[in-house]
């Protein structure tokens, strides 16, 4: 019998997912495994909200999952993916290179279990002009990787926060309006 042994990535997580998975003990499943259930087909991320608007962002995403389709189809998708990295470092330094919201979420380890979809590639592929999108895909999509690669790790399925009885994780803070 094959015993399991897991793999740690680490996940930039904001507070919905540190709430979900402490709710979970410590198990969430992926927004893209989620939207494949009975009436959830509307779920979604941040970054799947934003890059469903019509701009550059959007179509590079487009292009990306065109290709994964038609050449990778085996391959999780990106969109409503969870997005992990091989290393606690890695996750911050994507943490400051692309900034935004992701300076606010915090590093946690994650396990993937046996039957979660993944694939590794390295982010920085992304970084092209628009005439180079297809070429870049399909190499992103094959898991190569340029000469300074960022690595990411797509996830679809469930996963484990092995540390989801400690700090950050636990029930979500509310807000009362016009309360600090």
Known sequence: MHQYEPVTLW???????LHNAWIGKGYADTFSELQEMPGLSDVTTRY?????????????????????????DHLPSRRKALFAFMS?????????????????RVPVRL???????????DSRLLDCQPVDWRQRALIYWRGECSANPLKEVILHGRVYFPDWESSPFGL?????????
């Not at 996940?11 to 997912?17: K, P, R």
């Not at 909200?49 to 292009?63: G, I, L, M, N, V």
């Not at 396990?111 to 590639?121: C, D, E, R």
């Open 11 to 17: 996940h930039l997580a904001d507070q919905m997912l």
């Open 172 to 180: 979500m803070e509310t807000k009362t309006p016009g309360k600090p």
């Open 111 to 121: 396990h993937y279990l046996p039957n979660t979809l993944i694939h590794v590639a």
């Open 48 to 72: 799947a909200f934003h890059t469903s608007q019509a701009d550059e962002r959007s179509s590079k995403e487009d292009a990306w999952e065109t290709v994964r389709r038609e050449q990778f």
């Open 88 to 104: 606690r470092e890695d996750a911050e330094r994507a943490a400051l290179t692309w900034g935004g919201d992701l300076r606010d």
